[in-house]
Structure formats: C-alpha cells, structure tokens
T-cell receptor, first 119, second 108 residues
C-alpha cells in the first residue's frame, strides 16, 4: 500500500526556521514526483512546488519561489519542505502528495502537517 | 497561469444526483482532476483525466466535459459523500498546478 506519512504539528514564532517531512512507502520513491500543497481557509489549496527524488529536479511555484526549499533524501524515501525565516502568513496545513505518472495530478496524499506561526 | 471557477456550495438530498461544475478557459485543452476532502482529512483523488475513476472510488462518481466546463456528477448521493470537492488542472508550460476554490456538498 502506498503511504505518505507526514511529521507532526508545529508551533513556531515569526523569523524561526522549520523543516517538515513526508516519509513514503509502498512504491519506488525515486520514480515519482512529490509535490507540496498548502491549504488555508482564505486561499484554499495552493501548489508550492514539486521534486523528482531520482535526480532532485525541483520546480517551484512563482508565488513561493525564494521563500521555501524542497528537498528529498533517497536513502530515507522522505521529502522535506523547509523555511529559513517563517512569517505569520505561513500558518496553514501543508500536504505532501505523490504526482501520478503523467505528472498532472496528485494521486496519493499525506495526512497533512499543521503549521501555526504566532508571536 | 489560469483560474478555475466552482460554485461555493451544492445541496442535495440522499439518493439524488449532485452536479459540481468547474470552469476555465484552459479546460478546453487540459485535463481536469477532482478531489474529495472530508472534514479534517486530506484530499482524495476521485476523478482523473476528466472522466477516469481511480481504483477504489465508487462508480457513483463520474466526470464529463464540454468545452471549458467540466462536471463532477455524484449519482445516488449518500451521506458519506458530504465533503468539499476541488477541481484541478495543470499548465504544462510550467508546470503550474491550479486548484479551483472548492464546492461544499451538503447532503440534506
């Protein structure tokens, strides 16, 4: 069974750094793109970026480029999303999701990680 | 990239048919994907490539397309179908993944 299991909820202050994880199992990690999606009450679902763990090819949404970093560890079958300096507006639920073979849809999703940024 | 439009809400009685539309100029050229998100849960893919259903998705879920409007139909709605439904497409020049704002389906 394909599974994506994300790290737990985080509470951070503005300006702090954060790295959340997405551990995968049940398929060959290096053969599928993994994406990160943000969900907020006001803006719905937004795509942040994707990574191909096979060669670490990474693409970012222009809306988030420069503010986030996506990475992957092949030895751990795990993808990561990180921030070097959080803002209050980063508060959201973040999902990792595997992209389907056509690289057009998100066919399996993690359970989500709630990130709360508050001073 | 482009925008997708969905009605904010749809209400339907059990056993009836719910139709959720998603519109956008890009949909005439790009496939649409549909996700179901129940309260407190992650989204689940229920339709891909406009009309295809992943394994494990009940056959009461179906998709159709006509020009720039794509429709998710839930036939014989059940209480468990109450959820938010999001459409999604992709601008392959990026790629850029675009989600619709979501439609809340309420089962009366």
């Amino acid at each position: 069974e394909v599974q994506l299991v994300q790290s737990g909820a985080e509470v951070k202050k503005p300006g702090e750094s954060l790295k959340i994880s997405c551990k995968t199992s049940g398929y060959t990690f290096t053969n599928f793109w993994i994406g990160w999606v943000r969900q907020t009450p006001g803006k719905g679902l937004e795509w942040l970026g994707i990574i191909y763990p096979g060669d670490s090819d990474t693409r970012y949404s222009p809306s988030f480029q420069g503010h986030i970093t996506i990475s992957a560890d092949k030895s751990m079958s795990t993808a990561y999303l990180q921030w070097s300096s959080l803002k209050a507006s980063d508060s959201a639920i973040f999902y990792c999701a595997r992209l389907g073979p056509a690289m057009a849809d998100f066919d399996i999703w993690g359970q989500g990680t709630l990130v709360n940024i508050s001073s | 990239s482009f925008e997708l439009t969905q009605p904010p809400s749809v209400s339907v009685s059990p056993g009836q048919t719910a139709r959720i539309t998603c519109s956008g100029d890009a949909l005439a050229k790009q496939y649409t994907y549909w996700y179901q998100q129940k309260a407190g849960q992650a989204p689940v893919l229920v339709i891909y490539k406009d009309t295809e259903r992943p394994s494990g998705i009940p056959d009461r879920f179906s998709g159709s397309t006509s020009g720039t409007i794509v429709t998710l139909t839930i036939s014989g709605v059940q209480a468990e179908d109450e959820a938010d439904y999001f459409c999604q497409s992709v601008d392959s020049s990026g790629p850029f993944y675009v989600f619709g704002p979501g439609t809340k389906v309420t089962v009366l």
